[in-house]
């Protein structure tokens, strides 16, 4: 286990078509978060799941975001009829479901997303 | 909800000296400040963090203070490096079942 994935690393897509990012979280960590990072900003929440459980959802997720999580293992986060500020990279992190480790975070590289 | 401030946006320091960030907070309940570094085109790492029950804490070169009462924290560099250089965000959460809301980032550039 090397770390949390994310794929793809890079997407360019079209205003109004669907995309879909997927997660891989380090296998031990129950807790799984998805961050949205713009240009010159600190990443902001999204959602987050413990297991398989949706436990938070920022308002930032528009009804276009879905986010899953359906075996407690990999999550996606699908945002469908893209807009241009949509533009992002989208960052998963991982961590430990209870304890001191509950919110040390461990990142993946992030997926980029370009909407024209 | 939480709400956390960070200056300055840009620090350059030269090659040796230290350099000092700092935060602040919203909500008195929040018990963990993290500090992650970003390097660029890289994910955020952590670096080093503090619970509400400590007052300071150290890495060799890298420390964190938390005053409680005022609602602020700050990440100091010793000796700093080339290396040094990336973008440090700050951030806080309350209690182990909530996410952190991040600081906007400080630009760290060490010349030498």
């Known amino acids: 286990d090397t770390g949390v994935s994310q794929d793809p690393r890079h997407k360019i897509t079209k205003r109004g078509q669907n995309v879909t990012f997927r997660c891989d979280p380090i296998s031990e960590h129950n807790r799984l978060y998805w961050y949205r990072q713009t240009l010159g900003q600190g990443p902001e929440f999204l959602t987050y799941?413990?297991?398989?459980?949706?436990?938070?959802k920022s308002r930032l997720l528009s009804d276009r975001f879905s986010a899953e999580r359906p075996k407690g293992s990999f999550s996606t986060l699908e945002i469908q009829r893209t807009e241009q500020g949509d533009s992002a990279m989208y960052l998963c992190?991982?961590?430990?479901?209870?304890?001191?480790?509950?919110?040390?975070?461990?990142f993946g590289a992030g997926s980029r997303l370009t909407v024209l | 909800g939480e709400n956390v401030e960070q200056h300055p946006s840009t620090l350059s320091v030269q090659e040796g000296d230290s350099a000092v960030i700092k935060c602040t907070y919203s909500?008195?309940?929040?018990?963990?400040f993290p500090w992650y570094k970003q390097e660029l085109g890289k994910r955020p790492q952590l670096i080093i963090d503090i619970r509400s029950n400590v007052g300071e804490k150290k890495d060799q070169r890298i420390a964190v203070t938390l005053n409680k009462t005022a609602k602020h924290f700050s990440l100091h560099i010793t000796e700093t490096q080339p290396e040094d250089s990336a973008v440090y965000f700050c951030a806080a959460s309350l209690g182990t079942a909530s996410k952190l809301t991040f600081g906007t980032g400080t630009r760290l550039q060490v010349t030498l």
């Open positions: 799941f413990q297991n398989e459980a949706q436990l938070e």
């Open positions: 992190a991982s961590s430990l479901g209870q304890g001191a480790g509950a919110n040390v975070l461990t």
């Open positions: 909500d008195s309940a929040s018990n963990y």
